[in-house]
T-cell receptor, first 114, second 114 residues
Framework: KTQVEQSPQSLVVRQGENCVLQ??????????LRWFKQDTGKGLVSLTV?????DKTSNGRYSATLDKDAKHSTLHITATLLDDTATYIC?????????????FGAGTQLIVIP | DMKVTQMPRYLIKRMGENVLLECGQD?????MYWYRQDPGLGLQLIYI???????SEGDIPKGYRVSRKKREHFSLILDSAKTNQTSVYFC?????????????FGSGTRLLVI
């Protein structure tokens, strides 16, 4: 059973627009949540990690929120660029140790057009 | 530049042949992972290695085995490949599986079993 659900499955925006990606999960316990960017044919690159019960992070044009009560996270991309075209993957870690597991969402495919 | 290197990048094998996927990292990370990524699914953990000769099954270990004789090197072996093992395989490493530890992924090996 999928424990990390991402929406939308795919998204097309025009360069310069903002967008919001959603992540809902049922993983318990939920120690931390991480967003990755995966360019086509490449590996995953970490964008940000959220840890607290209600957390917010910012990394340049990327900002993220986490609400552990709602088991929900968002990734905001501001003023999108063509290079933002990629798949964005939400990952929930169930522990803060090597004994834990990472639970991966299937990703949101973002396409930025001129 | 810290990185995880996977070889080969692309591989075509016939059903029943043996397959060796190699992964190396230059960060002295204790923990290393093998995942597979299939369309529409999140990454699935095949095996995790906590250090040399300290390996544990992940969520989908059937049909795979691993070898870790040096900290910097982690191999995935398919004895008698099957067509349903066609996938993209990712290796990753981390210092420790916790929220404050960065995960570094390789660029993937695309395996086609015919």
């Amino acid at each position: 059973k999928t424990q990390v659900e991402q929406s939308p499955q795919s998204l097309v925006v025009r360069q310069g627009e903002n967008c919001v990606l959603q992540c809902n999960y049922s993983v318990t316990p939920d120690n931390h949540l991480r967003w990755f960017k995966q360019d086509t044919g490449k590996g995953l690159v970490s964008l940000t990690v959220l840890v607290d019960q209600k957390d917010k992070t910012s990394n340049g044009r990327y900002s993220a929120t986490l609400d552990k009560d709602a088991k929900h996270s968002t990734l905001h991309i501001t003023a999108t660029l063509l290079d933002d075209t990629a798949t964005y993957i939400c990952v929930v870690g169930d522990r803060g140790s090597a004994l834990g597991r990472l639970h991966f969402g299937a990703g949101t495919q973002l396409i930025v057009i001129p | 530049d810290m990185k995880v290197t996977q070889m080969p990048r692309y591989l075509i094998k016939r059903m029943g042949e043996n397959v060796l996927l190699e992964c190396g990292q230059d960060m002295s990370h204790e923990t290393m992972y093998w995942y597979r990524q299939d369309p529409g699914l999140g990454l699935q953990l095949i095996y995790i290695s906590y250090d040399v000769d300290s390996n544990s099954e992940g969520d989908i270990p059937k049909g795979y085995r691993v070898s870790r004789k040096k900290r910097e090197h982690f191999s995935l072996i398919l004895d008698s490949a099957k067509t349903n093992q066609t996938s993209v395989y990712f290796c990753a490493s981390s210092l420790a599986q916790n929220a404050n530890s960065d995960y570094t992924f390789g660029s993937g090996t695309r395996l086609l079993v015919i």
